[in-house]
């Protein structure tokens, strides 16, 4: 069970916009940046948004975040099939002084 | 480039150890926290421990605490994690990242991990 709730798949069709819900808490998302990572099959995760709303270098303006209280979201517009990966939000948890992930959400482009 | 590269994986016995060494390159090691984070076979992604850039913070899960010590030494630009005790849900892909300035920033690099299996 993780401390941030996100649903276990979305898709969507190619060239369409998909967006994936983070639900946390007081402790963690109430108060802190969140920050999203995208994992390719067989690769590592890769930074794709900070501070609730930054990218990267190099992260397109096809991926964006928000926040708003205790509940964050990540957006992506102009789908492609290149996309499909699955997407973890995290955040740190003052109460239990740790570093906290979303269980991930599988991102399907049909 | 920026870089991290694992190493130390392998496979080990419920109650033996373990140490993991990530070599990075490609920036300032010492200005930066790290982290160890890892991932379960088909599991999400678990925050292991992170360290700040003089070792003067350090922070771990509950679920490796007391088990696990993370260290860095920043003359070889190297982290370690020695792991300890080892149990069966210990075994996943190890990864060092690269923090920011402090342990509750994110982490922006990520090394490819090493493997550990625990298994009799």
């Known amino acids: 069970q993780s401390v941030l709730t996100q649903p276990p798949s979305v898709s969507a069709a190619p060239g369409q916009k998909v967006t994936i819900s983070c639900s946390g808490s007081t402790s963690n998302i109430g108060t802190n940046y969140v920050s999203w990572y995208q994992q390719l099959p067989g690769t590592a995760p890769k930074l794709l948004i900070y501070d609730n709303n930054k990218r990267p270098s190099g992260i397109p303006d096809r991926f964006s975040g928000s926040k708003s209280g205790t509940s964050a979201t990540l957006g992506i517009t102009g789908l492609q099939t290149g996309d499909e990966a699955d997407f973890y939000c995290g955040t740190w948890d003052f109460s239990l002084n740790a570093w906290v992930f979303g269980g991930g959400t599988k991102l399907t482009v049909l | 480039e920026v870089q991290l590269v694992e190493s130390g994986g392998g496979s080990e016995q419920p109650g033996r150890s373990l140490r993991l060494s990530c070599k990075a390159s490609?920036?300032?090691?010492?200005?930066?926290?790290m982290h160890w984070v890892r991932q379960a076979p088909g599991k999400g992604l678990e925050w292991v421990s992170g360290?700040?850039?003089?070792?003067?913070?350090?922070g771990y899960a509950d679920s490796v605490k007391g088990r696990f010590t993370i260290s860095r030494d920043n003359a070889k630009n190297s982290l370690y994690l020695q792991m300890t005790s080892l149990r069966p849900e210990d075994m996943a892909l190890y990864y060092c990242?690269?923090?920011?300035?402090?342990?509750?920033?994110?982490?922006?690099?990520w090394g490819r991990g090493t493997l550990v299996t625990v298994s009799s």
């Open positions: 990242v690269k923090g920011n300035y402090v342990l509750i920033d994110g982490f922006d690099i």
């Open positions: 360290i700040s850039w003089n070792s003067g913070t350090i």
């Open positions: 490609g920036f300032n090691f010492d200005e930066y926290v």
